[in-house]
């Protein structure tokens, strides 16, 4: 499994995932799930994967390789107008790998090839902007009302974007609770697992952001995972106790 | 969907459970999924069920309509020995009627049938015990390391659990734990409704013990659940922001 969140802020766009990838628990691997196309002043595209690790594989493979071999008949992440097209280009990347992975034979589950991406960034002459897409190839867009996308193991980690997610906060903070909804589902899940990838988008740069890569041992992690245990089990115990009497 | 749990304490037994049924987000109704058995001074069992709705129904049926109409070659739940037997009874009920109902022909998905289990309680010479019961009929039973357990929608509740049990906890701190593992779980999921139902069973007692059904404007409840989400608000505010310097 894996869990990745984009999130959009006013000030820009915040990419978080993990790093681990399995095929039954006794097979286990770390994976770059995050991968990013940018033409200083022009675009920055990051795009999050989740799923089967040879379909996220093959969409990341092509993309590269139509870039290297340029033919006008062949869509390229570069040429894209916009990020609406983008999300297209991928999209349709992803129901072909998907159908013709498929067709393999009956024995094949329905499901198994699945996955899904989040895509966001910037071209010039629009606003960022950040899509989720689907194994069916179709797309949705991040909204006031939808701020954030989660894909693979989200529901542990949801609970506390919904509180605390504000579209005004800052970079700092956002990092901060990525990490909050990253450490919720670490403790729930086996199949998510460290080191995480960060990478921000800061609005109208059009350049990549800060990156950074947070070990198991990374000092503010740490400080993170057991300063929200603790403020956790502290905010639990001021709650009043039900009462009988009531 | 469905959200319930069931947690072993030094103290006794604690239950609760949602409400919501639906087949699909248009077919929605409120359906009482916590059972009990009891004779006083010698038994007590409680069931929570989710899953497939008639398949839940059928196993509470047919546990009812044994009793009523005994004979000595049915199994009937007033009589077993062990709350081991108890759950032995139940998983063979329900991997019975989920094998019926899936010979309905091939166009039957897998799975459709399915229905999971939380039984608790305490029959007169025993501890008091809980399991977990599976579609295929076999359970396990909760144990120090492992203290309780959570069917249907459980995973963004699951956290808090994680982070906030305790084996020598009150049945008042207890249902304030399991409020607000209830309360993720509404906000984050439409299938898990209120009102919620609580049945708590004090150790050694062999009677019913305090029951409750929570109402959407409980006033507990919406104390629980506002003055959570403030606190973890707080608590998230409290906790140092990432700083790019590091």
Request: hydrophobic content about 40%; some cysteine.
């Amino acid at each position: 499994m894996t869990y990745c969140v984009g999130m959009r802020l006013d000030k820009g766009l915040v990419f978080m995932a993990d790093t681990r990838t399995n095929a039954g628990v006794d097979d286990i691997a770390s994976v770059k799930k995050m991968y990013t196309w940018e033409v200083p002043g022009e675009r920055v595209i990051t795009l999050l994967s989740a799923g089967n690790l040879a379909t996220t594989q093959a969409v990341i493979g092509i993309l590269e390789e139509h870039h290297k071999h340029r033919d006008e008949r062949r869509p390229d992440i570069y040429q894209t107008d916009t990020l609406f097209q983008t999300a297209k280009l991928i999209g349709d990347m992803v129901k072909r790998i998907i159908k013709d992975a498929s067709d393999g034979g009956p024995e094949q589950t329905a499901g198994t090839f699945h996955a899904t991406f989040i895509m966001g960034g910037q071209i010039k002459g629009e606003r960022p902007r950040l899509f989720f897409i689907y194994p069916e190839g179709n797309f949705v867009e991040a909204t006031d009302e939808n701020p954030f996308f989660q894909i693979g193991e989200n529901k542990y980690g949801k609970p506390i974007l919904i509180r605390a997610y504000e579209k005004d906060m800052s970079f700092e903070t956002a990092v901060k609770l990525l990490l909050v909804s990253f450490d919720s589902t670490l403790k729930s899940n086996l199949t998510v697992g460290m080191p995480l990838d960060l990478q921000l988008y800061e609005k109208d740069s059009l350049k990549r952001g800060f990156e950074k890569r947070f070990l198991p041992n990374d000092p503010y992690f740490l400080a993170v995972a057991s300063g929200w245990s603790d403020a956790l089990k502290a905010a639990f115990a001021e709650l009043p106790d039900f009462s009988f009497d009531q």
